[in-house]
T-cell receptor, first 112, second 112 residues
Framework: DGGITQSPKYLFRKEGQNVTLSCEQNLNHDAMYWYRQDPGQGLRLIYYSQIVNDFQKGDIAEGYSVSREKKESFPLTVTSAQKNPTAFYLC???????????FGDGTRLSIL | GQQLNQSPQSMFIQEGEDVSMNCTSSSIFNTWLWYKQDPGEGPVLLIALYKAGELTSNGRLTAQFGITRKDSFLNISASIPSDVGIYFCAGDSGAGSYQLTFGKGTKLSVIP
């Protein structure tokens, strides 16, 4: 079945550690996105990519990094510079033009 | 930046009742989307609206794109227990990158 796969489902980070969240899609979508969700809040955009080897900062990019080496993959690294990383992270993708975004099932990141 | 005001923040209803929620914006949107999120899962697209005045149904759900392009409404008829979850509205201003602005969600609880 086509869809968006995020892994792992749960992730724990130690102080000073970088962690990478995986996002893979087999929908042949050009655009991919990373969002952060905090309790009682809407989704906030971290990074997005409209094409391979290109990506743009969203509203809250500080402390995060991404890469887009393949169309189907858009990993997110939460660096040690992100002082408040505990959140639910959602990856999404969309086709070209005016197409709605579809989401993966999320990764919950916590601090040890 | 753009903001979406979604209301109500939460609601408790009896099974079988109809539900109405809405989103308003200070600026114009070209697309309105409604998503539902279950606990620990990613948002699932319910309805997409692309034209001012558009009224679209998906089963018991009906959504409308406000004529001013600054608001949208979602109605759920004859609620059932599986309607429980958080409903998000999202809008696209058409700035070119298909970035979405999300409301903070309406948490729906259905009392059997």
């Amino acid at each position: 079945d086509g869809g968006i796969t995020q892994s792992p489902k749960y992730l724990f980070r130690k102080e000073g550690q970088n962690v990478t969240l995986s996002c893979e899609q087999n929908l042949n979508h050009d655009a991919m996105y990373w969002y952060r969700q905090d309790p009682g809040q809407g989704l906030r955009l971290i990074y997005y990519s409209q094409i391979v080897n290109d990506f743009q900062k969203g509203d809250i990019a500080e402390g995060y990094s991404v890469s887009r080496e393949k169309k189907e993959s858009f990993p997110l690294t939460v660096t040690s510079a992100q002082k408040n990383p505990t959140a639910f992270y959602l990856c999404a993708s969309s086709g070209t033009g005016v197409q709605p975004q579809h989401f993966g099932d999320g990764t919950r990141l916590s601090i040890l | 930046g753009q903001q979406l005001n979604q209301s109500p923040q939460s609601m408790f209803i009896q099974e079988g009742e109809d539900v109405s929620m809405n989103c308003t914006s200070s600026s114009i949107f070209n697309t309105w989307l409604w998503y539902k999120q279950d606990p620990g899962e990613g948002p699932v697209l319910l309805i997409a609206l692309y034209k001012a005045g558009e009224l679209t149904s998906n089963g018991r759900l009906t959504a409308q794109f406000g004529i001013t392009r600054k608001d949208s409404f979602l109605n759920i008829s004859a609620s059932i227990p599986s309607d429980v979850g958080i409903y998000f509205c999202a809008g696209d201003s058409g700035a070119g990158s298909y970035q979405l602005t999300f409301g903070k969600g309406t948490k729906l609880s259905v009392i059997p």
